[in-house]
Structure formats: C-alpha cells, structure tokens
C-alpha cells in the first residue's frame, strides 16, 4: 500500500539512521559522520560514512547511498513499502489507517510538475547570464576564476533584480500560482504578495544524480546583501540533507577512484571539478 507523504517525512524525522546502520555495520565517528566497512561491497580500507545530523548514509567506494528507508531496502532486500513498515514498527510509530494512505499517482504527478518548473527555472537564469543584464554576475564569475566550460556544465546562472520575472515566466508557461509557491521558488508575503525568492544572484542548480534540477543556491552580488548564500527550501522533490551537490558531474570518476573529497561549498566544488584534482561533492546549504 502506498503511504502519504507527510507520514514517511515523519517517520524519517524519528528514525536516527545512526542506531539502524549499526546494527549492521560497525561504526567509528570520522569528525561530523561515521565511518565503517561498507556492507554493500567488499573493501579493506573505510569508504561507507553516515550523518547523523543529515539523515544520509553514502558509500565513496561503490556510489551507493540514500535515506534510512534505502539503507533498510538495500540491506534487507526489501520493498519500499515493506521497508517503511519494518522501520515503522522498529520506533515504535503506528501506521497510518487505510483511508488515510493517500494517492500515489496524486504524487507522482507533483513531483513530475515541480520537477518541470525547476527545469524551466533553469533555463530562464541561463538565458539572463546570457543576456546584457548578465554582464555583470559574468564579469564576478571570471573574477572568480570559474571558466566558461565550468559555468555551462554547472549550469550556472543569475536572478536579475526583477521582484516578479521567474513568475511571469512559469505562470506563462501554464503552471499553477499555488503550485509555484510550493516550488520554494515563489514566495507569498503576508500581504498575499508573490515575488520570486531568488532576486539579484548568482544561480546554481541542485541536482539529482541523475542530472534533474531539483533546487537552486543563490550567491549574493551586493556587498551587504544578506543572506550571502540564499538555498531553496525543502520540497517533495529536494531534501538538502539526502543530497551531495555535484555528484551528478562526478560519481563516475568517484567509483573509479574509490573517494570523494567533501568541500564546502558550490563555488569551492567548481574549483576542484575545473581543475581536475580530485572527484568532489558539496554539502548543500542550510539558509
């Protein structure tokens, strides 16, 4: 049976991914993570590490990771469903009732749809780097030393200062107001306003290891323009702590080399990924 999505986001929360993978797999704190054998392929050498405060388990040596619910697929060979329920019953946390199990294709469908707006998001913060407007945030980029091959395969963008542009451009496009909002992309004010959330900023998209954009991080242009690094919220489809930026450009060369460096940020990852001297990921932000 499917369950709702509010439900499984509960029973994450509960979880402590920490005390399931140990009683599989012994475990040594290596500063924020821990770190063991990894139980999904033979190595000597430590390569599996989970975060605690994250909620993620990822091993560098054969690219395999995800949530607890994963953890528990992957270790006990079950089905989603069937994982859900083992994990479900190991806290102690009551399964919802029948009725309450909620419409798997209902969302399904929204998270194609938000998956489409991120897309088309995308493309309108390419096309204003591209444009004269984006002279400026181009002019920061060189500055920074990001070439403009690292830019085209990042992605990277800009906002422009525009209060309503990226909502003009989706609405447009066919999409729902509400549903824009709950794309994190669109905020509504307390007067009922909607104005894009990303204004005025160097853009860089999230994505799944799969390539689909699934969030943005926003860098300041305006020295005392606060927050410095603005992140999109979580939505059904983006959940910073289950995600590793870059490792949609970098996991082939990761299993082949057997580690991942961990840096801190996206520009500090578009470093390390031009100039080729290590396979590397990035935490996503908190802000």
Known sequence: MLFPQRFLDDLRLQANILQV?????????????????????????????VNQEKGFFHCFGCNVGGDVFKFLELHEKLGFQDAVR?????????????????????????????LKIHEVAAAYFREDLDHPSGARARRQLHDRGVTPTTIERLGIGYAPPSRDGLRDRLLKQGFAPALLVQSGLVVLRENREEVDRFRNRLMVPICRDSGSVIGFGGRSMETGQVPKYLNSPETPIYAKGRTLYGLNLTKAAIQKAGFAVLVEGYFDFAQVYQSEAAPAVASCGTA
Do not use: I, N, W
């Open 21 to 49: 993978v140990q009683e599989y797999v012994p475990l040594k704190r290596a500063g924020q993570t821990y770190k063991g054998l990894c139980p999904f392929h033979a190595e000597k050498t430590p390569s599996f590490h």
């Open 86 to 114: 083992m994990l479900a019953q190991k806290f102690g946390v009551a399964l919802p009732e029948e009725g309450e199990r909620g419409d798997g294709h209902a969302d399904s469908g929204l998270r194609e749809a938000l």
